[in-house]
């Protein structure tokens, strides 16, 4: 189970893939000139404080309003929870559930999942690995969903607008939403999930650390 | 440089770092990691071909994508419609200004950019003009995959759809066609891509 690239002293490369032998733990790809490192470097910091960040944008996203709807000139103006409770109303249930998945269920759930994944890199954790790479994958695919109900405001301000009769208008919530969506994504990236299965050897194998030794005696690739 | 013919030969997850011995695939294969499952790399059916041919048609279809309108509503004799530009214009109107950008960004900017990288890069190696210049393009082309979000925006037109079929009478209009054409060649462009052979040769031609 030690046959890892970080303790033969060997890199990969994140752009290219190329495997890279390492002189030290910051280089330069010797293929496509990336700089980067073997582990990415305080990946748990960064990767915490973006979904803090998230975390905190996720309140105003919910207490200010998405859109106001002027119907013969009167606003109405609704949170994401307040559209949801007006499409049930409504009885127009399968919207209410697609919006609420969307801009609700699937936030919070990345958020979440976000912080599982920065405990499992750090502590001894119940799930096995498999589900610890599926949550990964789960939480990066989501990323660009949860983009949708800013564009689901983006046309509905755009294409209703019949003057004094009905018209939408974009409201300040909608901005701390937008915020929040691209705070979760830098989180997801910053995350590196090769730190899974380093803590992983760690609890589960006895070894203590991977210490890496960059003693290759080669040339630089791009010495001189 | 006896360790670099290792290094040549062997590939480490991106997911695990498990060292694996790097296997040679026929066209159409794909290369899976032995510990955890993720996918290491394939190799394409007729890569560079494919590519150039749904770049040129993604970036024709840009157009009509972005210039017609997408739906439009009827209600009392009035009408109006909207095309993918005109839901920018609205957002910097009425002042949300970083949501105009977003949606700039996400759905036009580097969606276009992706598709001229993508051709760039394939015509380059097609015509035997491999440049150091390609290196940054195609890092570039790597880092826009995950901002790249033209689905997400025709799903959004979806749900809106569905919302405004209450409200009004809803017409459909060119753009959603075109929309639809162009969400097919920008995912059909990282489908045909082989990024794993074009990094074989762009390291080949720029060692000489």
């Known amino acids: 189970m030690s046959n890892k690239a970080l303790a033969a002293g060997l890199g990969n490369c994140p752009q290219c893939h190329k495997l890279n032998v390492m002189h030290a733990e910051k280089q330069a790809c010797s293929r496509c000139l990336t700089v980067f490192s073997t582990r990415k470097p305080k990946s748990l910091e960064y990767t915490l404080a973006w979904t803090i960040a998230a975390l905190v944008m996720f309140i105003p996203a919910n207490l200010y309003p998405m859109m106001v709807f002027y119907t013969l000139g009167k606003p109405d103006a609704s949170t994401i929870l307040e559209g949801i409770a007006i499409f049930i109303q409504m009885g127009m249930l399968p919207v209410a559930i697609i919006i609420f998945i969307a801009s609700f269920v699937v936030p919070l759930s990345k958020i979440m999942g976000l912080f599982t994944l920065m405990y499992n890199a750090k502590r001894k954790t119940k799930l096995t690995l498999k589900q610890q790479g599926k949550l990964y994958h789960v939480v990066e695919f989501l990323g660009p969903w949860s983009m949708l109900d800013v564009f689901v405001v983006t046309v509905m301000a755009a294409v209703v607008n019949l003057g004094f009769l009905t018209s939408v208008e974009v409201a300040s919530g909608i901005t701390y939403f937008t915020l929040m969506v691209v705070f979760t994504i830098f989180a997801a990236e910053s995350f590196d999930p090769r730190l899974l299965w380093d803590n992983h050897q760690k609890h589960n194998h006895r070894i203590t650390e991977t210490n890496p030794k960059y003693n290759n005696k080669d040339e630089l690739p791009h010495g001189k | ?208």
């Open chain 2, 1 to 208: 440089m006896r360790n670099n013919s290792v290094v040549n030969h062997m590939i480490a997850c991106n997911q695990c770092d498990s060292l694996l011995p790097k296997p040679i695939l026929s066209e159409g294969q794909n290369a899976l990691c032995g510990c955890c499952g993720a996918m290491l790399f394939s190799k394409k059916k007729d890569a560079i071909n494919r590519t150039i041919a749904v770049a040129i048609a993604g970036l024709v279809l840009f157009f009509p994508a972005t210039l017609l309108p997408i739906i439009g509503i009827s209600a009392a004799g009035l009408y109006n419609d909207a095309s993918l530009l005109d839901c920018i214009t609205i957002l910097i109107n009425s002042k949300n200004y970083i949501i105009a950008f977003a949606v700039f960004m996400f759905t036009i900017a580097i969606p276009s950019v992706r598709l001229i990288t993508a051709l760039y890069i394939s015509s380059c190696i097609k015509f035997n003009r491999v440049k150091p210049s390609l290196l940054v393009f195609f890092r570039s082309y790597h880092l826009l995959d995950t901002w790249t979000m033209v689905h997400v925006f025709f799903m959004g037109v979806i749900v809106s759809m569905y919302k405004l079929s209450s409200l009004a009478d809803m017409t459909i209009d060119g753009g959603l066609l075109s929309l639809v054409l162009l969400l097919v060649c920008s995912t059909l462009v990282s489908v045909t891509m082989d990024e794993h052979s074009i990094w074989d040769e762009l390291e080949k031609s720029l060692e000489q």
